[in-house]
Structures are given as C-alpha cells and as structure tokens.
C-alpha cells in the first residue's frame, strides 16, 4: 500500500511567480485536503476535494486555486507568490468524509518565495 | 468559529520523567479529536482519534483522553524517540481539520 506522496519535495520561487504543487493520494482514497504550515505553527486548512468537487475552504485569498483529477490525485495552485506564502504545504488524503477514516499525510513541499 | 489551543509550546523532559500535553478546544459539533506526531521536515503521523468525552486510547507510552472542552496526551516514561512536535486537531461540522500550534516535545538521556 502507498502512502500520500507529493512533488515536488523542494521549491524556490520568486515573488509574482505561479507554482503548482503535486499530490498523489493513498491508493482508494477519494478526498483530499490542502494545508499550508509556517514555520513554528500548526498546518492551517486550505481547502478539501471530495470526488473532483470543492467541499471546504479555509480563510486562504482565490490566488490559491486546486483541482482534483479522476484518479483522485490533485493539485495546489498559487498565483502571484508573495513572500508569506514560504512554508511547508501539505496535502492529506482519506477514504471518505467519515471522521472514522481518518487522515494520511504527506511529507510535503517546502516552499520558499525570494 | 473553531478554535484549537495547545500547551504547553516546549516542553523538555528527562527520559522517564512523564507528562501530559494539552488541548483545548472550541468546536460546533464535534465529530473527533485527533492527535498527531510530526518530526522536523515532514508531515504529521498519526496518533489517536478520539470521538466522545470519557473516551481514552493508549499506544506504547502514549495515552489519549477526551473531555467536553479539552484532550490530554499523557507520555509515560519517555524515551529520546518520543522527540517531536505533538499536535492536536478537530473536526467540526464544516469538514475543516483545524490544529493548534502543537507542543515540541525534547526528551533527553
């Protein structure tokens, strides 16, 4: 069984630039989460995929944009890169919207915007 | 709105001197708890799930407790492994995971 894998594992970019961050989810598992985490603090939720639509959103600007693929892998996008979007991001993965199945973590990408 | 408050946020131990760490939480609607590890430069390992006040689980030296307002995570006899960020979160109605800051737990020999 593989886990949550996500690419790529490290990134720099330049302030005003685009990136596109990389999730696979764990074989069979149809949700998938988005996290943002600065340094010193707690993953903060950006947004979930259920079955390819948007079920959830966090207190993050329209530049961060996703999208769910069929085969249940997805995408983070980030326009117009500023200098607080450095910070390790995290995609999740799960079975489903029941709490019982619980969550499985990437490594993640580690960000950082000169 | 969900709210998620950990203490405290460093905690040094000496191998088996035990601890507990805290949560407090604010949530409509409680569906569960959940305690995670994360270790520096990945991302958090699953712990616990905790779904209702009264309700404990234990794995090796850890041991989870839920109440109505907040969760303890009780490390018994720590070991230099047990060095990590412990982080609670919960999930409410809004199908949002939301964590507090976590406590960094060192344990040394």
């Known amino acids: 069984e593989t886990g949550v894998t996500q690419s790529p594992t490290h990134l720099i970019k330049t302030r005003g630039q685009q990136v596109t961050l990389r999730c696979s989810s764990q074989?069979?598992?149809?949700?998938v989460s988005w996290y943002q985490q600065a340094l010193g603090q707690g993953p903060q939720f950006i947004f979930q995929y259920y079955r390819e639509e948007e079920n959830g959103r966090g207190n993050f600007p329209p530049r961060f944009s996703g999208l769910q693929f069929p085969n249940y892998s997805s995408e983070l996008n980030v326009n117009a890169l500023e200098l607080d979007d450095s910070a390790l991001y995290l995609c999740a993965s799960s079975l489903g919207l029941e709490v019982g199945y619980g969550y499985t973590f990437g490594s993640g990408t580690r960000l950082t915007v000169v | 709105e969900d709210q998620v408050t950990q203490s405290p946020e460093a905690l040094r131990l000496q191998e088996g001197e035990s601890s507990s760490l805290n949560c407090s939480y604010t949530v409509s609607g409680l569906r569960g708890l959940f305690w995670y590890r994360q270790d520096p430069g990945k991302g958090p390992e699953f712990l616990f799930t905790?779904?209702?006040a009264g309700e404990e689980k234990e794995k090796e030296r850890l041991k989870a407790t839920l109440t109505k307002k907040e969760s303890f995570l009780h490390i018994t006899a720590p070991k230099p492994e047990d060095s990590a960020t412990y982080l609670c979160a919960v999930l409410g109605g809004t199908d949002k995971l939301i964590f507090g800051t976590g406590t960094r737990l060192q344990v040394f020999p």
């Open positions: 905790l779904y209702s």
């Open positions: 074989s069979g598992h149809n949700t």
